[in-house]
């Protein structure tokens, strides 16, 4: 589905992205996982053509997103959905009109349509529609972030790349984010790439699991393989696994 060969990307000299190649297969959950700063957004970013690499390739379904124009990127993020690491609801908007916003401007829809899908989208994500006429300001930080998962899942799109989706929630809205992440992938056949900071959540439904450390990838593999591995980092982010569960 996707496949990154060779990413590099430096920000003033200062290399970010090193080398990177991985891929992920239709319908996999990978989950990208590293310490603060090492350059997992800007991975994302790239893929979505949000930024673009100083070299490398990331081949979406055989085409080199590097290589496309600001239109032909807009039909790719219809496909391949990113839900930022803040909400990045707009505050003047109700619920309603921010999952409205961005079908109106990707899909051409008529009004029932747009009605019926953005229903849907908050189905999927367990919210109950009286939230629909609230101002992000007057829900909870986690139905914010359930509404931004909404808001990309109602464009259907076959990817979805997750920038900590779960960061700065409580273990109960996490697990059902987690699990949210893992029906959705089974359900529905979307392919999710996952950057986190949260090893447990990995472990319970990652196909596939990739350890950056300063713009290198420094372990991948399946969970069991990961959870084997002998690299320093990456026994750490094991080892407050087991620190929460004792
Ligand atoms: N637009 C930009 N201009 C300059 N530097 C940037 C830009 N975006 C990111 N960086 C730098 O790239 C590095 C990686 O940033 P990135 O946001 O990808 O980290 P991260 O792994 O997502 O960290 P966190 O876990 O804290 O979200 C950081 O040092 C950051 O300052
Ligand atoms: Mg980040």
């Known amino acids: 589905m996707i496949k990154y060969t060779n990413i590099k990307k430096s920000f003033s000299g200062r290399t970010v992205l090193n080398d990177i190649s991985f891929s992920v297969a239709e319908g996999e959950i990978v989950f990208i996982l590293g310490t603060s700063g090492t350059g997992k957004s800007v991975l994302l970013k790239n893929t979505v053509g949000l930024m ?30 990113m839900i930022f690491q ?24 008529n009004d029932d349509d ?20 609230k101002k992000p300001s007057e829900i909870s930080y986690g139905m914010q972030k ?27 809205t996490t697990t059902a984010i987690n699990q949210l992440i893992y029906t959705l992938s089974r359900k529905h056949k979307i392919t999710s790439i996952v950057v ?27 969970v069991t393989e990961v959870q084997k591995s002998q690299v320093p980092l990456v026994k750490d982010f094991m080892l407050e696994v087991s620190n929460d569960i004792s």
């Open 52 to 81: 673009k690499p100083d070299s490398g390739e990331i081949l979406f379904q055989g085409t080199d997103i590097v290589q496309l124009n600001e239109e032909q990127l807009l039909e790719i993020r219809k496909q391949c959905g």
């Open 86 to 109: 803040h909400p990045a609801l707009f505050d003047s908007l109700t619920v309603r009109e921010n999952l409205a916003f961005g079908l109106k401007r990707l899909k051409k829809l």
């Open 114 to 133: 747009i009605e019926q899908l953005i229903k849907q989208s908050l189905e999927d994500v367990n919210l109950s529609l009286d939230i629909l006429e």
């Open 146 to 172: 359930r509404v931004s998962i909404a808001r990309t899942l109602a464009i259907h799109p076959q990817v979805l790349l997750f920038d900590e989706p779960t960061t700065g929630l409580d273990p109960v």
């Open 196 to 222: 986190s900071h949260d090893m447990g959540c990995a472990i319970d439904i990652a196909d596939k699991i990739i350890v950056l450390d300063k713009g290198n990838i420094i372990e991948q593999g399946s």
